[in-house]
């Protein structure tokens, strides 16, 4: 991370919270399909509600969708198209604590039901095909880049 952004979050973290510690209006209660925005213990990230357990990793570098990532729209400070990494389940009980920002619209909700129960995300709602061997591709390169930054978090669906 840039020194600006390390000092900005900083400032951030040191103003978000109160006096014992605790982040500012962030809890560890959310509904399925809310968007999250998720305090990890040098960074922020932005994910979509599960379960009590999970969340899934969202990014507003849309252009780099897979074929297991869901496009979505929301609007964000940093965005307001948005993937959904089905394949990039978060461990929330690892966050220091998370607070709703957003939610998914409905007929987004209904798609990320039906594509954890199994079934496949249209072609209208999904990145690229790419080969998954060929680490030279830009969404393998972003898929690699992110698992190093934040490999720790993740989780199996299971």
Excluded: C
Excluded at 12 to 19: A, P
Excluded at 56 to 79: C, Q, R
Excluded at 104 to 128: A, Y
């Amino acid at each position: 991370m840039s020194n600006y952004f390390s000092e900005a979050l900083e400032r951030y973290l040191m103003v978000s919270r109160n006096k014992k510690g605790n982040l500012i209006g962030y809890s560890t209660s959310a509904s399925f399909g809310d968007i999250l925005e998720i305090a990890m213990e040098e960074d922020f990230i932005i994910g979509t509600y599960i379960d009590n357990e999970r969340a899934l990793l969202m990014s507003e570098f849309y252009e780099l969708a897979g074929p297991k990532d869901i496009i979505v729209e929301f609007e964000h400070i940093l965005g307001y198209v948005w993937l959904i990494e089905t394949d990039r389940p978060i461990d929330l009980s690892r966050a220091f604590g998370f607070r709703a920002i957003g939610i998914l619209s409905e007929e987004d909700k209904s798609l990320l039901k039906s594509v954890l129960d199994g079934n496949p995300i249209p072609r209208n709602k999904r990145g690229l095909n790419v080969p998954y061997n060929n680490p030279t591709y830009p969404q393998n390169v972003f898929k690699a880049q992110e698992k190093k930054r934040l490999g720790s978090l993740f989780t199996n669906l299971g």
